[in-house]
């Protein structure tokens, strides 16, 4: 799988070329396995982003599931989970980092959801 990539000159996104990516063991990161890549840059004032596989939003997803549920298909069926999502996070001893005294070490995370 190679990455994708897109800049302000170039607005689509656009697979990186096979040759130009390599996973290997790294020693480094406990012989997991690292993918790297080479990437020549067009334009300096460009802005580039990279991406490991093309970006799907959410509301391009709703929109498929949508005309799937119009179809009346008997093996779909869609049902509301939830209406929000709440994780909690803590920062504490990540990376062996300690925040900094009067610095929260959780916070709440809440994304919308179905209305």
Known sequence: MS???KSTSRP???????KNVYYYRCPDHRKNYVMSFA?????EDDVY???YCYPY?????????DSLERRNL???QRDLLGLSVRTVTKAAGVGGVRPE????TTREVEF????
């Open 12 to 18: 689509k996104w656009q697979r990186l070329p096979a």
């Open 57 to 65: 939003t959410y509301s391009r997803l709703q929109h498929y599931l």
């Open 101 to 104: 005294p009067g610095n929260k």
């Open 3 to 5: 990455p994708v990539v």
């Open 74 to 76: 008997d093996y779909f």
């Open 49 to 51: 982003q990279f991406a």
């Open 112 to 115: 919308g959801g179905a209305e």
């Open 39 to 43: 990437f020549c840059f067009d334009k």
